[in-house]
């Protein structure tokens, strides 16, 4: 059994930057990691995925450029860097990961095993 446990949510301002963090418990270092965000009343939506190698990054359109996915070095722990943050980044985070030995990342959150509690970003304007 993997468990997710984000952090590093808060409210902010527009054009200011936060570090979500991800750490899963378990033998996940061969595991893919996504973040994910939702509002509530909207289909929940990919922000971004890392490879279990790291070497392989993906990025929704609207956070390219801005948003950052990195490994920790012991790679059960995921960073999304989020820069330049506008209000409509704000909804519920969510990280999850996807199961496999030397799994790729996904674009699709029904590829993804297990997900974490999900932790709040609010931007002001």
């Known amino acids: 059994q993997v468990q997710l446990v984000e952090s590093g949510g808060g409210l902010v301002q527009a054009g200011d930057s936060l570090r979500l963090s991800c750490t899963a418990s378990?033998?996940?270092?061969?595991?893919?990691m996504g973040w994910f965000r939702q509002v509530p009343g909207k289909e929940r939506e990919f922000v971004a995925a890392?490879?279990?190698?790291?070497?392989?990054?993906y990025y929704a359109d609207s956070v390219k450029g801005r948003f950052t996915i990195s490994r920790g070095g012991a790679r059960n722990t995921v960073y999304l860097q989020m820069n330049s943050l506008k209000p409509a980044d704000t909804a519920v985070y969510y990280c999850?990961?996807?199961?496999?030995?030397?799994?790729?990342?996904?674009?699709?959150?029904?590829?993804?095993?297990?997900w974490g509690q999900g932790t709040q970003v609010t931007v002001s304007s």
């Open positions: 999850a990961a996807r199961t496999g030995k030397f799994a790729s990342g996904s674009y699709y959150g029904y590829e993804y095993d297990y």
């Open positions: 890392i490879s279990w190698s790291g070497g392989n990054l």
């Open positions: 378990g033998r996940t270092f061969s595991y893919a």
